[in-house]
């Protein structure tokens, strides 16, 4: 079992970048698969990105291609999402999720992720 904690949200300004963290217990950190989604008030959670267990794989929606990244660090046991030029339309609950796989084919729909973090809120002001 792994839990997760995310952290790093806060409001900003169109055009301005935050980094998410998401910091994991346990030991088995890098035998799970992990994903970023995103929920605004009255929308279905979505995908964002997702990385392989060794982080050689990554996934992103095309509408945060280019913009954001996805990484994880075993060692420190956290994953992280750096989103620049960021855009009203990216204001979200943000969730880091994982699911036990050594497959490099990343899962993107929330039932697919076993774990899930309480969220930390993105607020991109216009």
């Known amino acids: 079992q792994v839990q997760l904690v995310e952290s790093g949200g806060g409001l900003v300004q169109a055009g301005g970048s935050l980094r998410l963290s998401c910091a994991a217990s346990?030991?088995?950190?890098?035998?799970?698969?992990m994903g970023w989604f995103r929920q605004a008030p009255g929308k279905e959670r979505e995908f964002v990105a997702a990385i392989s267990w060794s982080g050689s794989s990554t996934a992103y929606t095309d509408s945060v291609k280019g913009r954001f990244t996805i990484s994880r660090d075993n060692a420190k046991n956290t994953l992280y999402l750096q989103m620049n030029s960021l855009k009203p339309e990216d204001t979200a609950a943000y969730y880091c999720?994982?699911?036990?796989?050594?497959?490099?084919?990343?899962?993107?729909?929330?039932?697919?992720?076993?774990?899930w973090g309480q969220g930390t809120q993105v607020t991109v002001s216009s």
């Open positions: 999720a994982a699911y036990r796989s050594y497959s490099r084919s990343l899962n993107q729909v929330p039932s697919q992720y076993d774990y």
């Open positions: 346990g030991r088995t950190f890098s035998t799970y698969a």
